[in-house]
């Protein structure tokens, strides 16, 4: 059944200036057409005794014909559409300017996805920024309330806000986490690249890095958890003033959420039954890795809490 390969997670790529509601509207019309379409089996035919009148040595006869006739009571027109709605849950949201993947889930998928945000993975993205101006809502679409020179920037000087600012969420990570970096627990964490806050946390940038810089604009690339996009935008003007500049942010893109990286997400054109059919069947392995993963690293978090409510008594010296 086709609706049964549709229960799990899979990513779109929203693009720019569009609701991340009217994305999962259009997913959902898409696959309830595509379904109804195929789910319905053809209309058969069916064997009807239908009485017939002739005129015979004693007056009118009526006689019984063998007929076949269509059967209507399948028939789309008659039935009704067999799927008139979908539960399908939201990922990470993008807000309406921002781009790029987005996590949906059809059915039971909703309970994995629930699952998979309390991993609290890694997210990243591309930023793209201007120094120059500064705007009310830190875009460069907002309303204009300051104007800069740039000229003294170098990317040296950009480099190191950058380093101060991730070493500064670099303890906040560590804060968060709910771990004693002395610990075996916490040096296995590390090597598997699993630290990260154990709860909800403030938003953390575990990675930051200048990829393009030539005045006025500059793109970053950024590794975060629980950010929004607006927080994003406001780091973009916070570099700025650390400057002695200003700075607005052009465009914020989602190239990777979790599991899912922008090789994922289907575009508008892919969004239907098949398409959509078979990215649920690619990512199950590796959704269900990831959910393995967290669940030894809160045996890991929980092993070292014992250790430390119970430690190992030591031997009196003599």
């Known amino acids: ?80 559409p067999k799927f008139v709605g979908l539960r399908i849950g939201a990922g990470h949201r993008l807000d309406w300017r921002s781009s790029g993947v987005f996590m949906l889930a059809v059915g039971s998928g909703n309970k994995q996805l629930s699952y998979l945000q309390d991993c609290h993975l890694t997210k990243e993205y591309i930023v793209h920024g201007s120094f120059g101006t500064a705007t009310e809502d830190f875009s460069d679409t907002g309303r204009l309330i300051e104007k800069t020179t740039y000229d ?70 950024i590794q975060c ?21 200003s700075a607005v942010c052009t465009s914020v893109q989602r190239t990777r959420d979790g599991v899912f990286t922008l090789d994922d997400a289907l575009i508008r054109t892919d969004w239907k039954l098949q398409q959509i059919s078979s990215a649920v069947q690619r990512s199950q392995p590796r959704v269900a890795a990831a959910l393995r993963e967290d669940s030894w690293r809160h045996t890991a978090l929980s092993r070292t809490a014992v250790s430390e409510r119970c430690p190992v008594p030591t031997e009196a010296e003599p």
């Open 225 to 245: 958890v629980h950010e929004t996009q607006q927080y994003l935008r406001k780091i973009i003007h916070e570099i700025g003033l650390e400057l002695k500049s």
């Open 152 to 221: 003294h920037i170098t990317l040296d000087r950009l480099e190191r806000i950058l380093a101060v600012i991730q070493g500064s969420h670099q303890k906040a990570l560590i804060t968060y986490s709910g771990i004693d970096l002395k610990s075996q627990a916490a040096y296995e964490l590390a090597c598997r690249g699993m630290l990260r806050p154990l709860h909800k946390s403030p938003p953390i940038i575990t990675g930051i890095r200048c990829s393009q810089f030539s005045l006025p604009n500059f793109t970053l690339e």
């Open 1 to 80: 059944m086709a609706a049964r390969s549709l229960r799990g997670i899979f990513a779109v790529y929203k693009p720019p200036d569009a609701n991340w509601r009217s994305v999962r509207h259009t997913v959902a019309t898409n696959l309830l057409h595509d379904l109804n379409a195929s789910e319905f089996p053809l209309p058969h035919d069916q064997i009807r005794f239908l009485p017939t009148t002739s005129q015979g040595v004693n007056g009118t006869e009526t006689n019984l014909t063998v007929a076949q006739l269509p059967a209507l009571a399948n028939h789309p027109r008659v039935r009704g």
